[in-house]
């Protein structure tokens, strides 16, 4: 019954959201995610068009708002979880995938994964890519456009570029 789950998990999430009104039915939304093993909280806003790949553990906190095609992949040793009161922002790319540096055969070598955790009452910027070890410290602001390296970041701080740096406390 875990395996079926487990293979039917995204497929019918991401179903669900390509379907149903992109910025309404989101209890439904909740209802139908938390069944298939989803951890979406109370009041959490899943938007069109989002979507999962993989298989590690996703939790989203109450009040949460993810934006138009959002998208997730969690590989299985990895979580992503997202806090309460945040804004994710359109197309953003939650990876907590990547490859040590291979030899001069092919370069994406032997892969690994690291968690990812937005504190809560955050705000992620559209077009963002947030790579696997990283953890964005409560109530700050991601930029548009920035990629997260992993890292700890710190709560009340804006974030912007390329690879993202501290800008200034807010
Ligand atoms: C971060 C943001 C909110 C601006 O906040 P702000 O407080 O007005 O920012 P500031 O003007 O104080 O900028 C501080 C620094 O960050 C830089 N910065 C701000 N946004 C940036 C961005 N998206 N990319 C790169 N640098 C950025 C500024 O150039 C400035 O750099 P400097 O100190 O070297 O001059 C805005 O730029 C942004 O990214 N908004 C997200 C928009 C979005 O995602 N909309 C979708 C709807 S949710």
Known sequence: M????DLVRNPLANLTLAILPATRGFALKRALLNTLGFEIGVGAKLTGGVKFYGRGRIA???D????LGTLFIVAPDA??????????????????????????RRRAGAGYSQPITIAD??????GSVVLGGSCI???SILAAGATLLAGDYPADTLLAGCPATIKRAL
């Open 2 to 5: 875990n395996r079926l789950l």
């Open 60 to 62: 989203i906190g109450e």
């Open 64 to 67: 949460s708002w993810i934006g």
């Open 79 to 104: 979580a992503i979880v997202i806090g309460a009161r945040c804004d994710i922002a359109p197309r953003v790319i939650f990876h907590t995938g990547s490859h040590r540096v291979g030899d001069h």
């Open 121 to 126: 009452g955050s705000w992620v910027g559209t």
């Open 137 to 139: 410290g409560s109530a």
